[in-house]
């Protein structure tokens, strides 16, 4: 690593394909995290970067660690490479950050996250919809007693996008990305789940391909149950217009955050709270960029400011949800989420 003490932290950016080409145009004037070079095996995808971004760029991660002062390694590759990219940058004492998932099963999670620990460095990963403010509020809300008991959350993440994509894209195979639909949207709405009512225990899910081609499915349903009694239902779909929502139930309140548009481009959240005492009410969120907000709390902790929310065991416990996600909807029947280590 060049620094820790200062801004903008530099980074690598590994993988350069749609979101690595957001992240680069999203990062270009931060004050917290710069990158100084990109990764990608594909010389196309190398050049397109160098021209857009000004940065120079190689075929691999270990070939960018000697040709630039690395602080932060930000990983946007494909799924299945997560875990050896986030051990060869924690190996050469750097900070990583990964997009989601973090990784595709639980035994590369805990093997990525050994190395992190005990290079003495720290993890991020890009559940961007964390950061948006309603939902911070919500979460602090909720965590603050203000809708009662906690019972149920409901919650839609489906988008068309991927029907542009080739048929031999990566994101819609099924050894690259199985239970497509998962690892696309359902993801974020997984760590939503946990973060706000704790420890799942139990899932239940069905991928089916309904309207496409994918051979990785595109409709998913998910059921949690929790360490509390309470439940989430989930969904998503890979093949129908733009749908982003959010409702938790409590005993005293139930709050719905509803997306006007695709997160990528955000342009605001429609708030809707019920209480017994009347009609429900709905104000509107101004747009934000939570991509950004998100890397940047990193790189702030980094820098010594506040802590990230995001936990190394909190990531462990996302992964193993997913994995028994897939589980149940390749194998059947419900299938409990293992233990994960503090």
Same mark, same amino acid.
């Given at each position: 690593?060049?620094?820790?003490?200062?801004?903008?932290?530099?980074?690598?950016?590994?993988?350069?394909?749609?979101?690595?080409?957001?992240?680069?145009?999203?990062?270009?004037?931060?004050?917290?995290?710069?990158?100084?070079?990109?990764?990608?095996?594909?010389?196309?995808?190398?050049?397109?970067?160098?021209?857009?971004?000004?940065?120079?760029?190689?075929?691999?991660?270990?070939?960018?660690?000697t040709?630039?002062?690395?602080?932060?390694?930000i990983?946007?590759?494909?799924?299945?490479?997560?875990?050896?990219?986030?051990?060869?940058?924690?190996?050469?004492?750097?900070?990583?950050?990964?997009?989601?998932?973090?990784?595709?099963?639980?035994?590369?999670?805990?093997?990525?996250l050994?190395?992190?620990?005990?290079?003495?460095?720290?993890?991020?990963?890009?559940?961007?919809?964390?950061?948006?403010? %309603?939902v911070?509020? +919500?979460? !602090?809300?909720? #965590?603050?007693?203000?809708? *009662?008991? $906690?019972?149920?959350?409901? =919650? /839609?993440?489906?988008?068309?996008r991927?029907?542009?994509?080739?048929?031999?894209?990566?994101?819609?195979?099924?050894?690259?990305?199985?239970?497509?639909p998962?690892?696309?949207?359902?993801?974020?709405?997984?760590?939503?789940?946990?973060?706000?009512?704790?420890?799942?225990?139990?899932?239940?899910?069905?991928?089916?391909?309904?309207?496409?081609?994918?051979?990785?499915?595109?409709?998913?349903?998910?059921?949690?149950?929790?360490?509390?009694? %309470?439940?989430?239902? +989930?969904? !998503?779909?890979l #093949?129908?217009?733009?749908? *982003?929502? $959010?409702?938790?139930?409590? =005993? /005293?309140?139930?709050?719905?955050?509803?997306?006007?548009?695709?997160?990528?481009?955000?342009?605001?959240?429609?708030?809707?709270?019920?209480?017994?005492?009347?009609?429900?009410?709905?104000?509107?969120?101004?747009?934000?960029d939570?991509?950004r907000?998100?890397?940047?709390?990193?790189?702030?902790?980094?820098?010594?400011?506040?802590?990230?929310?995001?936990?190394?065991?909190?990531?462990?416990?996302?992964?193993a949800?997913?994995?028994?996600?897939?589980?149940?909807? +390749?194998?059947?029947?419900?299938?409990?989420v293992?233990?994960?280590?503090?």
């Open positions: 690593m060049s620094k820790s003490d200062a801004g903008p932290l530099s980074a690598a950016l590994v993988g350069l394909g749609w979101w690595g080409s957001r992240i680069a145009r999203t990062l270009q004037d931060s004050p917290v995290l710069r990158p100084v070079i990109g990764v990608d095996p594909s010389p196309e995808a190398r050049a397109v970067a160098s021209e857009r971004h000004g940065i120079p760029t190689a075929a691999t991660l270990e070939e960018a660690l040709m630039a002062d690395v602080d932060v390694v990983i946007c590759s494909p799924h299945q490479q997560h875990a050896a990219q986030i051990i060869t940058a924690a190996e050469a004492g750097c900070h990583v950050f990964v997009e989601k998932p973090f990784t595709l099963n639980l035994d590369d999670c805990r093997r990525a050994q190395a992190v620990e005990a290079a003495g460095v720290q993890v991020g990963i890009g559940y961007e919809r964390r950061f948006e403010p %309603a911070e509020a +919500l979460s !602090a809300r909720c #965590a603050a007693g203000d809708l *009662g008991q $906690l019972m149920l959350v409901e =919650a /839609n993440f489906s988008h068309d991927f029907l542009a994509l080739p048929s031999d894209s990566w994101r819609l195979s099924s050894q690259h990305a199985p239970v497509g998962l690892s696309a949207t359902g993801i974020h709405l997984v760590d939503l789940a946990i973060n706000l009512l704790g420890r799942p225990v139990e899932v239940w899910a069905s991928c089916s391909t309904l309207a496409t081609s994918f051979e990785n499915g595109d409709a998913l349903s998910v059921m949690m149950t929790f360490e509390s009694g %309470a439940t989430a239902h +989930l969904n !998503a779909v #093949a129908t217009p733009f749908q *982003g929502r $959010l409702r938790v139930f409590g =005993a /005293n309140e139930w709050v719905e955050i509803a997306d006007r548009t695709h997160p990528d481009a955000a342009s605001g959240w429609d708030v809707t709270r019920a209480t017994p005492a009347g009609a429900p009410e709905t104000t509107f969120e101004a747009p934000f939570s991509v907000e998100n890397l940047e709390r990193f790189g702030s902790w980094l820098l010594g400011g506040a802590p990230y929310p995001i936990t190394p065991e909190q990531i462990q416990l996302s992964v949800t997913s994995d028994a996600i897939m589980r149940s909807a +390749l194998h059947g029947g419900v299938q409990p293992a233990e994960v280590l503090a």
